[in-house]
Nanobody
């Protein structure tokens, strides 16, 4: 089970930090990802982090502005979002890789556990 939080309304240029608390299986065995879905658009990949936190990868649209991290002792993954733009407005979802002990994954269908989503709105 994944529980996302931290969304809200922020002005362009501002920052937000999303959190996703996990339960139900060994958190440190799985890669974790963040995805987002803007109104009228398909859900898209944002960032992924490996099991130990040593490997990360970002969508080009957020590279240099967003940082994904994890705390395996707290079973939590984070998404620090800086320099937010109106086009970052979306519902953000955390997700857990469906298979343990493998490399970074970027496709939606490779994730089998999804949080409920948290809305981020960036005003211009």
């Amino acid at each position: 089970q994944l529980q996302a939080s931290g969304g809200g309304l922020v002005q362009a240029g501002g920052s937000l930090r999303l959190s996703c608390a996990a339960s139900g299986r060994t958190f440190s065995n799985y890669g974790m990802g963040w995805f987002r879905q803007a109104p009228g658009k398909e859900r898209e990949f944002v960032a992924v982090i490996g099991r130990s936190g040593g490997s990360t990868y970002y969508a080009d649209s957020v590279k240099g502005r967003f940082t994904i991290s994890r705390d395996n002792a707290k079973n939590t993954v984070y998404l620090q979002m800086n320099s937010l733009k109106p086009e970052d407005t979306a519902v953000y979802y955390c997700a857990a890789d469906g298979t343990p002990f493998r490399g970074l994954r970027f496709a939606l269908d490779e994730y089998d556990y999804w949080g409920q989503g948290t809305l981020v709105t960036v005003s211009s």
